[in-house]
Structures are given as structure tokens and as C-alpha cells.
């Protein structure tokens, strides 16, 4: 089955404690993105990433990292996390180009104690 | 500054009614629309989209429908379902930044309960 896998599904975890947070697709799609919901704000881009070893920055990137080794991976750091960043947030990949065919994990539950 | 607003945080329909949920757009340059829709503990997943050479797309019980000079667009269902019951999320691609990222701008969602 084609999908993206996001773990874990909930987190929590105390400030300033680096945590990962893993996105996995099966499509050989190119382009992965990061973004996180919030209430009242709805989806807003942290991260995107369009080819192994090709990142870049999207609208909230402060306090995140990200890396594409592979071409199926493409993890969301937080090296000290705040409790600002406590979110839902979304992993999502598609073929460049291929816009309709966003598809979304399941998203990660993350609070920042 | 939100690009793309949706003004309606929640709506509540009829079984058997029809849904209207509405988004409104700032930037004339977007080119490509789409709707969106999650369910609880859920990803997003696409639901339709539309161009901006278009006025209307229909598929099957749902229809966007694009006024650019308004920058506004809609999504009907028709008849709702309790199982349209979800957040609905609309986005747009900017082709002078979209095009070449994917990058898609969402709106802050409208949370549709249809009632039985």
C-alpha cells in the first residue's frame, strides 16, 4: 500500500530534550515536505525537501531541523524543543510536479512540557 | 499574513443537503486550487482541485467553483453524508514559488458536521 509513515504518533517530552520524529514514504516520490497544524492557523510549512541532499527552508523553519540521506527519508529534528512547538505535525510527499498527488502521514502529536 | 483564509471555522448541514464551504484567496499569481479533507487522528487527503483557466470542477458529489476576479472559491457537496463529516482544507499553488517547490499554501480549515 502506498503511504507515509510518521513515528511516533504521539510524544511528549520535556524542553530542551532533542527528539526525532521519522517520515517514510514508498512511492519514490521526490519532493517531502514538513508542516505543522495549529489551531487557527491551519497547515504551515517548516521544512520541504525536493531531492536527496536538497532542503530548504518553508514558512516556520526556526527550531527545526531536517535531512534527506535517502530518497525515502526525511526526519524532523528538534534539537532543543520548546513548548512552542508543541503541535500536530504532518509529513507529506509527491512527485515533483505532481501536486494532486500530495499525500499526508497520519501526523505526530508532539507536546513540549 | 494568511494568503489563504477561510472564513468559517465550522459549519453544520443536514443529511441530504447541500455543503457550501468557502475560501477566499490574496494573491492573484496562484494558479492551482485544491480542497483537501481530514478526519480525526488522519492525514489530510486530496479531494479535488481546480486551475485557474477553469470556473467549475465536479467530481461526482462534490464541485469547486473558482471566481478569480473575486479571488474566491467554493466547494458544494451535494447531498451531504454524515461521513463528509471532517475539516476541510483549501490551498493554492503560487507558480512563481509553487511550481518549482510544490509548495502549497493552506487555508486554516473549516470543520463541516453533517448531522443525521
Known amino acids: 500500500e502506498a503511504q507515509v509513515t510518521q513515528n511516533p504518533r504521539y510524544l511528549i517530552t520535556v524542553t530542551g530534550k532533542k527528539l526525532t520524529v521519522t517520515c517514510s514514504q514508498n512511492?519514490?516520490?521526490?519532493?517531502m515536505s514538513w508542516y505543522r497544524q495549529d489551531p487557527g492557523l491551519g497547515l504551515r510549512q517548516i521544512y520541504y525537501?525536493?531531492?536527496?541532499?536538497?532542503?530548504d527552508k518553508g514558512d516556520v523553519p526556526e527550531g527545526y531541523k531536517v535531512s534527506r540521506k535517502e530518497k525515502r527519508n526525511f526526519p524532523l529534528i528538534l534539537e532543543s524543543p520548546s513548548p512552542n512547538q508543541t503541535s500536530l505535525y504532518f509529513c507529506?510527499?509527491?512527485?515533483?510536479?505532481?501536486?494532486?498527488?500530495?499525500?499526508f502521514g497520519s501526523g505526530t502529536r508532539l507536546t513540549v512540557v | 499574513d494568511q494568503q489563504v483564509k477561510q472564513n468559517s471555522p465550522s459549519l453544520s448541514v443536514q443529511e441530504g443537503r447541500i455543503s457550501i464551504l468557502n475560501c477566499d484567496y490574496t494573491?492573484?499569481?496562484?494558479?492551482?486550487f485544491l480542497w483537501y479533507k481530514k478526519y480525526p487522528a488522519e492525514g489530510p487527503t486530496f479531494l479535488i482541485s481546480?486551475?485557474?483557466?477553469?470556473d467549475k470542477n465536479e467530481d461526482g458529489r462534490f464541485t469547486v467553483f473558482l471566481n478569480k476576479s473575486a479571488k474566491h472559491l467554493s466547494l458544494h457537496i451535494v447531498p451531504s453524508q454524515p461521513g463528509d463529516s471532517a475539516v476541510y482544507f483549501c490551498?493554492?499553488?503560487?507558480?512563481?514559488?509553487?511550481?518549482?517547490?510544490?509548495?502549497?499554501?493552506f487555508g486554516t480549515g473549516t470543520l463541516l458536521a453533517v448531522q443525521p
Open positions: 494573491n492573484s499569481m496562484f494558479d492551482y
Open positions: 481546480i486551475s485557474s483557466i477553469k
Open positions: 490551498a493554492a499553488l503560487n507558480p512563481k514559488t509553487g511550481g518549482a517547490t510544490n509548495k502549497l499554501i
Open positions: 512511492m519514490n516520490h521526490e519532493y
Open positions: 525537501s525536493m531531492n536527496v541532499e536538497v532542503t
Open positions: 507529506a510527499s509527491s512527485l515533483i510536479g505532481g501536486i494532486n498527488g500530495y499525500t
